[in-house]
């Protein structure tokens, strides 16, 4: 509790502490620093006949400035870059630096000269730096940020009238963290804790995110839906590295525009890094940690003319270290305690994962793109786990088991190997009026993973001493192939009819199958069969589909008044076989049409403050594990399997967010409810298995009745001076689980709280420190939460109707050091858990059984990453015609994050 009233502290003194501090609003957004300019700005268009709307071949395109003359003592008007235009009339001006007044100046044979002044608000800049990066009247949304970067002009009439074009607001190198209402965006450049490691490092700084020892994520204790650059992935985040993400974004309550999967988790999304920068640019790292495995990586980004090519590429290998202790009660029939069973555990897991993306855009046009990008995944793992348990009986209900106790040994080694490739084609279309584009997209992706593992059991029975004569011994082999394959198509269409009138529409078709053969053989005293194999073989496919539209309408009412609403509709089917020895069983599932409105109101109170209330509807269908009847034997403690008539569930969402974007920083508090139906839950049943003599206690997945969750989500990020910057994020939930219709579970309730507390401090001699420190009170295991992350060899049997999660927490310690020019080369050391605290400790009751699980997992892991980033932006290097470079404006500059997106 004192850990919660200290994060709760910090975040409310960190919201009044503006008030007393002046001029301390520093620089959150790293913009222009020490005199450096970004160099990012674009500029493009097509000239048109005024009569004819045809384009103007051969015109003159100039953008100038106004410099300083140190002999006349005068400022005049100086060409930036010039070109000519070409057949069609298009003409681009890229590389731009963001601070300065420009004159866009265009002359033609027969034409009336074009002159009109263009501007990078250096006024809205700064607001959008001291208001957490949120550009005021957009919301912090980056699309839109990058939209204003790379401005269509749209058609440029040759004619006497001068059409006024509107200023640009742009937006430079983004803060840690940006705040919206409707998205949280977080930038992965300025996360040295990550430096180094996987997409699930990143995600434990990000607000209202948790993550467990295994990688398990969890959004306000509900798992979220993964995208990467806007679309689902087959990825996972412990297969993408930290160093290839660009900015994570996320959505606690999605509108009907995006997938209505995934329940009431929202939407991740991972940007990807990709640059569209003229010339060429990249980075290259390397880095150890403290078990002596290496990573490394690189990116290069290449333009020239019509050419965008980006390429990335990691190697990393890794050590990861666990240790357990299960407690296991076992009750007869009757309800009454049975035996006990004490198991320590530990795991050993070792492997190689390599990443790479490339991919190439190609600039048809200024308004049209098309893109071919391809990830690929490729990691091989051996996990050594070793289990010791001793079994007692209860003497006060079985007294004639008196000085019974049986000792059970269990060494396991897994090897296993995953490969995924994924691929897509995206064209985008930009139509001549500002934010009117078509795009469509096409992913493929195909996986695959292999799994052979070995189990040697050893058992011994009272009578016997564990050490001497065994009463039987049985090794076990279990291989597992699987296969799958994710086929996806969308297709958005944008209209902004008028400034404040927009309207969204779009198709979406998925098609998914899979295909798993798992061959099990066991023996006892290395001769008799144990079970009879031939029934635990088993081979199971599975395919399934899902069509969704959606429209949605937005309007600005009054100027403090806006709305918007949208409607998606989705259907999906889903078809398993499983081929045994016998006859195959095929189950079908067909779910008609469903519809899932969403609903904004926003009121802007002020400049800089705002009230939104939200309303939305999503789904929750069962993946394969959770319908496969295969059971899983390589816990003999926690056998499971799923089951094939699950349904989906369905959940309501309700918000109410207030933001107030202040000097130096941005505050935001969200009130929220959510309400499931058919909540799918894990429980415990009784059931004889294929080869069993006796009912065995299996874990395996239900629907309950229903939950509900309501809560505070409280997120402040303040600038206190130019050196120190930090964010608190407290989240105050109570969670309800109606379970009462499962045989042996019942409803419960839970009060809850989690904090989170990022601290950045910048030092001289270009040292910087980051401290982020979470901690997580007594909560109900999330819904539809995984067990046993990949590299962790446990199953982490939990039942989430009637489980929790014991209190924990943890904090993670970066330092940097950047040198040689521009701070091109840089060292990072890092640690996680520095206290060794983060502990996964669970608790799980049924009417067979109950758990008491816990596990450390890496405390106190250590990494060392070397940086170093190069480019050349001379644009003279590509021999680019027509463009006229005046090098004193290219000196400085960062890139602002680019996002996934095309132009």
Partial sequence: MRVFTFLLVCLLASYTLQAQVRGGGGNAGGGRRGGQNANVGHFYGRVVDAKTNKGVDGATVELLRNRYDSVTHTSKPVVVQGLLTKANGDFSLENLPVFGNYILRITAINYNDYSQPVKFDIKGLAGAQGQGGAAQGQGGNMDQILDAIDKDLGNIKMKATVT??????????????????????????????????????????????NVDIDGNITLRNQTPQIFVDGRPTTL????????????????????????????????????????????????????????????????????????????NGNLRQRKSVSTGTLDQTNF????????????PSSNTSEGTMGFGRAGLDYFLDNRNTLTLAANYFHGTFDNYDNYNSVTQYDLNNYPAYA???????????????????????DYKHNFAKSGHELTADLNVSDRKNTTNQVVNSYVAHPDVPFSGSLDYFYPENIYSNGTSQSYNFQSDYVNPFTEKTKLEAGIRGNYQK?????????????????????????????????????????????????????????????????????????????FPLS????????????????????????????????????????????????????????????????????????????????????????????????????????????????????????????????????????????????????????????????????VDIKLPANFSIQLNGDYQSKTIVPPNSGGGGRFGGFNQPVSTANGYIKPTGGMDFAVKKEFLKNKAASITFNMQDVFRTRINDAVSTSQYLTLDYSRLRDPQFMRL??????????????????MKQDQQDQGGGGDIGGGGGTR
């Fill in 595 to 758: 519809l899932f409105p969403s609903a904004f109101l926003s009121y802007k109170i002020s400049e800089g403050q705002s009230l939104q209330a939200n309303y939305t509807r999503r789904i929750n269908r069962p993946n394969f594990w959770q319908l496969s009847p295969y059971v899983n034997r390589s816990d003999s403690l926690a056998l499971s399997t799923g089951n094939p008539d699950l349904v989906p569930e369905f959940t309501s969402s309700y918000e109410v967010n207030y933001q107030n974007d202040y000097k130096g920083g941005s505050f935001l508090a969200t009130v929220y409810y959510k309400h499931t139906t058919n909540l799918i839950t894990r429980n415990v049943i009784r059931e004889l298995l294929p080869g069993n003599l006796d009912s065995s206690n299996v874990y395996t997945y239900q629907n309950a009745s229903s939950s509900e969750v309501y809560g505070l989500d409280l997120t402040n990020r303040y600038n206190i001076t130019k050196w120190l910057d930090f964010m608190a994020n407290v989240i105050i939930y109570d969670s309800k689980i109606n379970a009462g219709n499962l045989a042996g579970l019942s409803n419960q309730s839970q009060f809850s709280y989690f904090g989170k507390l990022n």
């Fill in 164 to 209: 006024q074009l509107a200023d640009v607001v742009i937006n430079a190198t983004p803060p840690q963290y940006k705040m919206a209402v409707d998205k949280k965006v977080f930038n992965v450049d300025k996360n040295i804790v990550a430096a180094g490691g996987m997409a699930t490092d990143v995600l434990k700084n990000v607000p209202s995110v």
């Fill in 236 to 311: 996972t985040m412990d297969e993408i590295p930290a160093d290839a993400i660009e900015s994570i974004e996320v959505m606690t309550n999605p509108s009907a525009k995006y997938d209505a999967s995934g329940g009431g988790g929202g939407i991740i999304n991972v940007v990807l890094k990709k640059n569209k920068k003229v010339g060429y640019n990249g980075d290259l790292r390397a880095g150890v940690d403290s078990r002596g495995k290496f990573n490394g990586g690189g990116d290069i980004n290449v333009r020239q003319g019509k050419f965008n090519f980006f390429l």
């Fill in 865 to 882: 990453t070397f940086a170093y980033r190069f480019g050349k932006m001379d644009m003279s290097l590509f021999k680019k015609k027509n």
């Fill in 332 to 343: 007869d029939s009757l309800g009454r305690a049975f035996y006990y069973t004490h198991q």
């Fill in 514 to 590: 899979q295909s798993t053969d798992n061959l099990y053989e066991n023996s006892i005293d290395s001769g008799k069969t144990f079970y009879p194999n031939v029934a635990l073989n088993n081979n199971f496919k599975y395919t399934s589909e899902v069509y969704a539209a959606y429209a949605q309408f937005s309007s600005q009412l009054t100027k403090k008044l806006s709305y918007q609403a949208g409607l998606r509709g989705e259907s999906s089917q889903y078809q398993g076989t499983l081929y045994t020895s016998t006859q195959p069983m095929t189950f079908t599932h067909n």
């Fill in 403 to 425: 000085d019974s106790t049986s000792t059970f040994a269990q060494y396991g080694v897994n090897k296993s190997m995953f490969r995924n490739a994924e691929g897509e084609l």
